[in-house]
């Protein structure tokens, strides 16, 4: 949802500084540049200040058309390569502008700035524009909803506070795109009380993606009831036509509490039903997942079962599918079903990640069978990079059971798979070799 609201708020940008060019070469220049998408844009004009008179004689009028377009590639360059330093640069080589560069080119580079993860300089730009007092530099809606998105990105809820208080007091109005941005930051904060006191600030109706931004962030928060309570509201409020990113949300939001809520995100899958709603691969693995953590193995695999059956359409299970039925296996160490779903994600060419591994050894270690964790080891050299915090659970396991032979066939394995040798420390390498 953040890449699909910074590609608006930056082509927002681009698609005005584009359209004050007297031709429209520089328009293929930022296409080129990656910039620009080859469609027409239809810039929200209402949304932005006016831009300036460049050129306030016929005198060197050419000139400044030539300079200004190759600034505009300059800053396609720039924005396609997330490049901030050539973005600023850019904005020192254009020699007929007013005293400072407009706010349409401004916002482009501090967009860059943004895309590139550098805020210093984002907010370096945002004060050179706050301390020009020009009409036509003050900054807007757009470059603080950039500048949010940065910090949204960042999950640096205390900045993103900064920035829409500074926005507050600088008489910009807030739009939707803000308080997207700043929900997202404060689920990332962990500020739950902040969720529905950011809603009510917004002006007339909530927008449905707004809704479901909030019942994301109360489920980051660990708020579960709240995120079910926001989806009804939204609910409420829309006649009962809601998108499924917002199920989705709270579906999530049911996983968060020890133990998850299963019952009730059950429940959500069968209101998406009810309402006509498509109940895809991410509705299903989020079940499953639920499931899976409040330790109900049957009802996990109930859910796998329906989604191979195609339940969630011409879908097929995917690693997060698995990994919540062998997650479930944990509390009960079923080691035999386990390899059974290791053997099926093989037969369905699914190679399993590092998370599903994990839980795996978990459940291995539950059911005091260090030898059918070693069946498994060989397959975990497709995933990634191993870590030797995996294996110190099996090794200790091997050795209170005796199992000399396992025992050293495991250090074999981890020697083999180089696991020794991405620990953090010599110290712990020799105790693992121990």
């Known amino acids: 949802m953040k890449s699909f609201a910074s590609r608006r708020l930056f082509r927002h940008a681009s698609a005005l500084l584009v359209s004050s060019l007297p031709q429209t070469a520089a328009r293929g220049a930022l296409i080129a540049g990656g910039v620009l998408k080859r469609q027409h844009i239809r810039p929200h004009r209402h949304q932005f200040l006016p831009a300036p008179h460049f050129f306030s004689s016929s005198a060197g009028q050419s000139d400044s058309k030539i300079s200004f377009q190759a600034l505009v590639q300059d800053l396609g360059k720039a924005a396609a390569a997330s490049d901030a330093e050539q973005a600023i640069a850019a904005l020192s080589k254009f020699p007929h502008m007013p005293p400072e560069p407009t ?9 860059t700035c943004v895309r590139a ?55 910009v109005r807030p739009n939707a795109d803000t308080f997207q941005n700043l929900l997202v930051a404060c689920g990332k904060g962990k500020d739950k009380k902040m969720v529905g006191d950011l809603l009510s600030q917004v002006n007339g109706p909530v927008p449905s993606h707004v809704y479901t931004t909030a019942i994301a962030a109360s489920a980051r928060c660990g708020d579960w009831e709240g995120a079910l309570a926001l989806l009804r509201q ?33 429940d959500l899958l069968g209101e998406m039903r009810s309402a006509g709603l498509p109940v895809g691969l991410t509705a299903y693995n989020t079940a499953i997942l639920c499931a899976g953590l409040a330790h109900e193995p049957a009802v996990a695999q109930r859910l796998l079962d329906e989604l191979k059956a195609g339940k969630a359409g011409n879908v097929a299970p995917n690693n997060g599918s698995y990994r919540g039925v062998v997650k479930g296996l944990a509390k009960s160490g079923d080691h035999e079903k ?46 990634k990079q191993p870590d030797l915090r995996l294996y110190l659970g099996p090794l200790i396991d091997a050795d209170e059971a005796s199992e000399r032979p396992v025992l050293s066939a495991f250090v074999q394995e981890v020697e083999k798979l180089g696991a020794l040798h991405v620990a953090e420390g010599e110290g712990q390498k020799e105790g693992a070799q121990k």
Not at 239 to 248: I, L, N
Request: proline share 5%.
């Open 103 to 111: 706010l349409l080119v401004y916002n482009v580079a501090i967009g």
């Open 117 to 171: 993860g550098q805020m210093g300089k984002a907010m370096g730009l945002l004060n050179q524009l706050v301390e020009s007092r020009k009409e036509h530099v003050l900054p807007n809606s757009l470059t603080y909803n950039l500048l949010l998105l940065g910090a949204a990105r960042a999950g640096d809820w205390p900045q993103a506070q900064g920035f829409h208080e500074e926005m507050l007091r600088h008489r």
């Open 234 to 266: 939204l609910r409420e409020e829309s006649g009962g036509t809601t998108e499924p990113e917002a199920f989705h949300a709270a579906m999530f939001a049911c996983t968060k509490p020890e133990p998850a809520r299963w019952m009730e995100c059950l």
């Open 338 to 383: 386990c390899l059974i779903l290791l053997e099926e994600m093989a037969q369905a060419k699914l190679e399993p990640d590092l998370l599903i591994f994990t839980d795996a050894m978990e459940v291995f270690a539950r059911s005091q069978n260090p030898g059918a964790t070693l069946r498994v080891l060989h397959q975990m050299k497709a995933a």
